[in-house]
T-cell receptor, first 114, second 113 residues
Framework: AQSVTQLGSHVSVSEGALVLLRCNYS??????LFWYVQYPNQGLQLLLK??????LVKGINGFEAEFKKSETSFHLTKPSAHMSDAAEYFC????????????FGTGTQLKVEL | DAGITQSPRHKVTETGTPVTLRCHQT?????MYWYRQDPGHGLRLIHYSYGVKDTDKGEVSDGYSVSRSKTEDFLLTLESATSSQTSVYFCAITKGADTDTQYFGPGTRLTVL
């Protein structure tokens, strides 16, 4: 069985500050891990994914995430927050192979303040 | 743009009525999924399909059925809608050989009164 825990349903940062969104996972198989972003009234957009090729994954819009097997974590970071980063972020875990079913975390709403 | 359209985008219906939501893709991708999104729950898988007439249940399939008679269309049916099915419904696909990454449609907001 797979599960994802996102710590903090709401995170607030100042513009220019570091963004850190936390994700811990549980999986019985080597996982595929994803971060998605959702802007208001839109669908989910893929930010980045981990597929075991490299532990540090770079995504779009300056975001990156590091896979740490020992901590079962896949935290999302961005060095400097921008107002346009305000959105809801979802971490998801999936197994390998076709028909991959994803299990999502409950989401973290990021607020960026001036 | 994931190349997915969902219809309708918004619907209000009454308890006990049947409702069908449509997901349409134009590139003949094999895998398609239906999720529901609710506050505090993230997204939860309802049903998925791995080909024409090949479907399977997800985590929250009770009260829902699906059909896929053509590659491009994946239909989600609520046989008798209940207020607990008020939600935002998202369709997702995988593309080509990358069957691990899902791409999402714009969603359908369904309200059951």
């Amino acid at each position: 069985a797979q599960s994802v825990t996102q710590l903090g349903s709401h995170v607030s940062v100042s513009e220019g500050a570091l963004v850190l969104l936390r994700c811990n996972y549980s999986s019985s198989v080597p996982p595929y891990l994803f971060w998605y972003v959702q802007y208001p009234n839109q669908g989910l957009q893929l930010l980045l994914k981990y597929t075991s090729a490299a532990t540090l994954v770079k995504g779009i819009n300056g975001f990156e995430a590091e896979f740490k097997k020992s901590e079962t974590s896949f935290h999302l970071t961005k060095p400097s927050a921008h107002m346009s980063d305000a959105a809801e972020y979802f971490c998801a875990v999936g197994g390998t192979g076709g028909g991959n079913k994803l299990t999502f975390g409950t989401g973290t709403q990021l607020k960026v303040e001036l | 743009d994931a190349g997915i359209t969902q219809s309708p985008r918004h619907k209000v219906t009454e308890t006990g009525t049947p409702v069908t939501l449509r997901c349409h893709q134009t590139e003949n991708h094999r895998y398609m999924y239906w999720y529901r999104q609710d506050p505090g729950h993230g997204l939860r898988l309802i049903h998925y399909s791995y080909g024409v007439k090949d479907t399977d249940k997800g985590e929250v399939s009770d009260g829902y059925s699906v059909s896929r008679s053509k590659t491009e269309d994946f239909l989600l049916t609520l046989e008798s809608a209940t207020s607990s099915q008020t939600s935002v419904y998202f369709c997702a696909i995988t593309k080509g050989a990358d069957t691990d990454t899902q791409y999402f449609g714009p969603g359908t907001r369904l309200t059951v009164l």
